[in-house]
């Protein structure tokens, strides 16, 4: 029996545990291809910004940023261009550019959160609705049902809980994993803004004294979708006083 024969077996149920797997398959593809987008060699990036400031020279890092394709670069750049502007005016210019790009990057995540949640929950109620028909049956038959009418009624019932296990359980793989690319992205973007915003300030006669706690994103109260299976992502946004506190 086909994949397609036991779908249409499964009832009324099938419907929306199909389109929650359409949809899942979308927001895979569209975060895999930005996330692959904005993958960039952090270390080699920052030693060519190093050579630059080393030589005094704004402009060639400025060009360097605007020649690289990455989210990294596109920030630092946003600081670049404030730095005659003091050191307030850089940091603020990066912590709003990285908001802005922690929100691009986790956009569309929490749907697949709700879609490894609600598919197995929907399988369920499919094979609750399918034992209560199974139920109905043996009811009116009596004395005249037969060990074989009732197991086909009851494998009928079980296809959607299988079906939707068959959505949430990849659905859930993939957003953990998208999630700790997030993770990771926001770990270089600290790396990154943090030695940037010193050499910016080295660049400009500033000294400013570092801080390890002042170079990292304030994580917020952690999501909880609702369903059956706990989420936990460590959502990070700029706080006040990340990075650096301003003189």
Not at 207 to 222: D, M, R
Request: hydrophobic share 45%; proline share 4%; net charge neutral.
């Amino acid at each position: 029996m086909s994949l397609f024969s036991l779908a249409v077996k499964g009832g009324i149920m099938m419907l929306p545990i199909f389109l929650c797997s359409l949809l899942a398959v979308y927001v895979v593809i569209e975060r895999y291809v930005l996330l692959r987008s904005i993958h960039i060699d952090v270390g080699y990036f920052l030693a060519n910004v190093r050579e630059a400031f080393r030589k005094q020279h704004i402009a060639g890092v400025e060009a360097l940023c605007a020649k690289t394709q990455a989210s990294l670069a596109a920030i630092l750049q946003r600081g670049i261009i404030k730095h005659q502007s003091g050191h307030y005016a850089i940091k603020e210019a990066i912590e709003n550019a990285g908001r802005e790009e922690i929100y691009r990057l986790e956009k569309h995540l929490n749907w697949l959160a709700t879609i490894a949640g609600i598919a197995p929950m929907l399988g369920f109620l499919g094979t609750v609705t399918g034992m209560i028909s199974v139920f109905q049956q043996i009811e009116a038959r009596g004395a005249n049902i037969v060990p074989s009418d009732l197991s086909g009624g009851i494998w009928e019932a079980l296809i959607t809980t299988a079906f939707g296990l068959m959505v949430g359980i990849p659905a859930y793989a993939f957003y953990n994993y998208f999630v700790s690319r997030v993770e990771k992205f926001v770990h270089e973007l600290e790396i990154t803004a943090t030695e940037s915003i010193d050499l910016l300030g080295e660049s400009n006669g500033q000294v400013h004294e570092k801080n390890p706690a002042e170079h990292s994103f304030a994580p917020q109260p952690k999501r909880s979708p609702t369903s059956t299976i706990a989420y936990s992502p460590k959502k990070r946004t700029f706080g006040d006083d990340d990075f650096f506190t301003a003189q």
